[in-house]
């Protein structure tokens, strides 16, 4: 930590307890973390000291402190006061890689938590399964699933686990352009997004029926609400062109896989702006157990993307700052681990190339 650093957190700490003291709610900084991103200062409130009293003084602190935004929280171990780290350091996946490897299978880099702690989701546990991200334009969703995707694909064998790839801008996932992983180039057109989630289905059903659940294939899925969207209109115009029903929405399919396709070995991760009641029905996302939720516009849109309210996700930063949402724990606020397109594909090849020539 620089002198400077030092410098500033003694500062911010004695402004805090006096701004506390001025409005008769007084309490004691005793300690907190340095993370990449933030830092977060604990509280001890004296006896007579609110929570919500300190929560309706926020602005104030943030004026104190010279800071764009303050959150408060509620942890077992105390109120923590929450700001931006005027140092930041980036997080990146080749940085964090060498602290997690080797990963269990099927299971994810997302980032690093502000304790500094490297986060993983493991896709095959029950409390995860199938994740949902959700952020506003710029918030890092593409990123988050990219980091995803290339840890994926760098811990596991292709023979192990197979990436599957849905994306109605065609932009997404050039990273794995090339990687054995990829059953097939990613999917663009929405006719083909159908065909694929019928034939997933299909593979569910057989996979059920002989109780196989490998290899793992995890199907990526950018802009899921657009391509709900597109799928919808495009059965409308053909309802209206046939005069036949088509019961075969992209929301029936998704949700008949979120429904069991864990035990089957297929796991969803799809990302979208807002996942809003409109378009993404409740009985959708309830069988989403993990929510990866980025900077969001509102805090309606915050409890809407969360499922839940009070967790402040509109008061994110954007970026890559997220919030890991699972059952009943607490969030966990986390800084996505970011991999560039380019770089992606130079690990990838060098993974390949490794595994080559040790013959594996
Ligand atoms: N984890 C990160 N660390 C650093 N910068 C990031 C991170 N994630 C995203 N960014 C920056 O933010 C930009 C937008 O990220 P990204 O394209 O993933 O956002 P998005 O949520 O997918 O937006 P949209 O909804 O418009 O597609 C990136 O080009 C990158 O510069
Ligand atoms: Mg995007």
Known sequence: MSRMLRQYLETQADQVET???????PGRITGGTVGPRLIRFRLDPAPQTRLSA??????DLAVALKVPSLRIERTNEGIILEFPNPEPRAVTLVNLWP????????????GLTDDGAPLLARLSAPEVAHVLVAGTTGSGKTAL????AVSLALANRPTDLRLLCLDPKGRAFRALEGAPHLTRPPVVAISEAIE????????????????VNHPRIVVFIDEVADLVLQGDERAASERAASGRNQPTSIETLLTRLAQRGREAGIHLVAATQRPSAAVLSGVLRANFPLRLVGKVVSAEDARVAAGRGQTDAHLLSGRGDFLAIGGSAAPIRFQVAYIGEQEAQQELAKQQHTERTSGR
Do not use: I, K, N
């Not at 300190?54 to 602005?59: A, C, T």
């Not at 699933?145 to 995803?148: A, D, K, P, S, V």
């Open 145 to 148: 699933l990219r980091t995803m």
């Open 19 to 25: 701004v506390l003291v001025t409005h008769r709610t």
């Open 196 to 211: 694929t989630l019928q034939s997933l289905l299909r593979l569910m059903e057989v996979r059920d029926q002989q109780g």
């Open 54 to 59: 300190v929560r309706g003084l926020s602005e």
């Open 99 to 110: 602290e997690v490897e080797p990963l269990p299978t099927t299971t994810a880099l997302l």
